[in-house]
């Protein structure tokens, strides 16, 4: 396609000269302008680009602490529960040795005794039988651990339970229950041996009262008796 040129006059030149200028110049304003707004536009992309990065980073990070800070749990639970167990070991022949101080006084009052029963496969804890009068009842020692009852790991407390064939828990102790002062800490070998004295010293006897007592008034126990 040409282009005819035309001779213009110098007046209508210098106009033409000036329109174009003016086009010129309106041109390189816009050119400028989209510069500039392409400039900020990739300004803005990156800066959103980066915004993105850092947020993903944060997520990245959190999640590794998040992972870190459940692997410090578990960790923190296996410690916990190879205490419970090496303490166990101490404590086992203590507990033992408190039943056969009761089975004594039981049998001192004319109950039989049986063998004592281990449950530690389920929880750390043993147990005498009893048997009087055709019923039986037992009394259990347990190493009670606060990762099983309530999921912390504040550590261990110990607790003594009677109970009867008919079905009533009879009695018992769990010093410091239901007060904040429950949970000894694994590492708190001295409070541990104190909080055992409460137990191995408790009066046998009174056990044995307290049982003799049940089944004489116990209406589960006086009909079952009434039937056999
Ligand atoms: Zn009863």
């Known amino acids: 396609m ?3 040129k035309k001779p213009a006059s110098k007046g209508q030149q210098g ?8 086009i010129m110049e309106t041109i390189d304003t816009i050119r400028a302008r989209v510069k500039r707004l392409r400039l900020e536009f990739a300004d803005a992309k990156e800066r959103t680009q ?15 602490k998040g992972k870190t800070m459940l ?4 960790d923190a639970k296996d410690t916990y529960r190879n205490a419970v167990d090496e303490l166990w070991t101490e404590y086992e022949p203590k507990f033992e040795a408190k039943l056969l101080r009761l089975a004594d006084a ?33 009394i259990r020692i347990t190493l009670l651990e606060s990762l099983a009852t309530d999921d912390s790991l504040e550590g261990i407390a110990f607790g003594v339970d009677l109970d009867a064939d008919c079905g009533h828990v009879i009695g018992g102790m769990t010093p410091f229950n239901y007060t904040s002062e429950l949970w000894i800490p694994l ?10 004295a409460y137990i191995m010293h408790s009066d046998d006897y009174e056990a044995e009262h307290v ?14 008796g009434e039937e056999d």
Not at 54 to 61: A, C, I, K
Not at 212 to 222: D, G, Y
């Open 2 to 4: 040409g282009v005819t």
């Open 15 to 22: 106009k033409a000269f000036k329109v174009t200028l003016t």
């Open 50 to 64: 980066r915004a993105q990065q850092e947020e993903n980073y944060g997520l990245m990070d959190l999640r590794r």
């Open 71 to 74: 692997d410090e749990t578990e």
């Open 106 to 138: 039981f049998l001192d009052e004319g109950w039989t005794v049986g063998q004592i029963e281990d449950f530690s496969d389920e929880e750390y804890a043993l147990t005498l039988p009893l048997l009087r009068d055709g019923h039986h009842a037992g």
């Open 187 to 196: 590492n708190s070998t001295h409070a541990i041996a104190e909080r055992w």
């Open 211 to 224: 049982l003799a007592e049940h089944f004489k008034t116990c209406e589960s126990l006086s009909l079952k």
